[in-house]
């Protein structure tokens, strides 16, 4: 490694920065770097080991993650000072335009950093610019479509930051709702007809939420949506690996922080006769009032009258409810989730009367650089599924 007082820096705007993959080394490296912003409770070698352990998952194996760095092209790999990094995810997706749904490839892009030291002297605006140009065409040498179609990022620096650089801010709300004992639970809720939700397994989720009977019927649902409404409809697929991904993490958590024998079982809840179901993982922050229940994705039929309305609003209230004990159970602050629907927001507001919808300014804006209008798509796009599971 090389000190930092010894180098010198070049500016942003160097013919001479390069982005490129990170070599393992230098990966760790990247790490140990930006263990200062996301570390959290964990000590530096368990903030590596998590990394490692969520590498290791079959959403990012085999080069589904990426980690690039910016460095200087004149010095030589192995003492390469990394002048800022990032990672990319490649993600299944699904891309529905004019009656035709397609399933392609997008990029999701996360942890971006520049230690302190190099802050403010444009390197991670270079390092986006060139990571923009770079994923247009990156891993996608196999693919029917030879150029990216789109791509997304969760930016907590606010939405002008990367909107700079296309990625544009979309829907970014979210209802939480606080966490009940066990006594409330079976107490049951006064208004009415509430059926009894059904705690699923991580088997469950997969059968219920990412069959291919599942999966076949979403993309059928973009397609319909692509013939009635013009301007393409995009959404990351909500596939079973992108649960496990998150699994991961909340299992790793489990074991090396709350030094639980029992990994979280519980992964989602549902009521089969209603066909509303839910995933979620419990996301431990910096202290345990950031603990979370997040709901990862919601799945119901859009109802077609005002008593399978009822029905559905029954069901996910009953749904909420479970999630509720099960925040309680693990000593999480609330349940949240991402861009509710009205149907969700009736729901929630059953349970809590005092429920709001909070539109996000500086967190976790979910953002969309849109590369379709070069490729004939037009200049609109909607993000379908904008729900946490997409999150990286
Ligand atoms: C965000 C970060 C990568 C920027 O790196 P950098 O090399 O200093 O960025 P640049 O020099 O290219 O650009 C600086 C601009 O970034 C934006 N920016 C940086 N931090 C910001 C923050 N916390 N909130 C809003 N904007 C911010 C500002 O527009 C800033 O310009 P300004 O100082 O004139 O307002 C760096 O501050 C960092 O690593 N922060 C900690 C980790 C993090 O929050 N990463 C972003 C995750 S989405």
Redesign the pocket.
Known sequence: MVAVADVELPPADSPNLILTPATPEERIEAIRLNSL?WKGPLDVQKYIARENHLLDQKLTRNGGLTCWVLVNRRQPEGRRTIL?SCESYRKNAFLAYNGNVEDILTHAVGS???RPE????????RMIQELSKKLETWQLENERRKRLVFSVLF????K??YAQYGWVPFQSSHISIPPITNEEHCKGIPDGNIPLARALASEDVNKAMCSDEVINKQRELLRVASEKSPGAKVAVSPDYDHFVWHWAREEFYAEHLLASKMPPAVKGAGVDDRNVYCAWTRVFGETPKDYTLYILRWMYDEPQTPEEEQATVEAMTAVMRRAQLEAHEWKLARVEFWNPTPLMQKAATILDPSAKVVHREKSSIASLKWYGAEQGLGNDVEWCWNEKYSWC
Do not use: M, Q, W
């Open positions: 912003a800022s971006v950093f520049c190099f802050r403010k002297k444009g390197y991670a605006s930016s907590d620096i606010g002008r930051f």
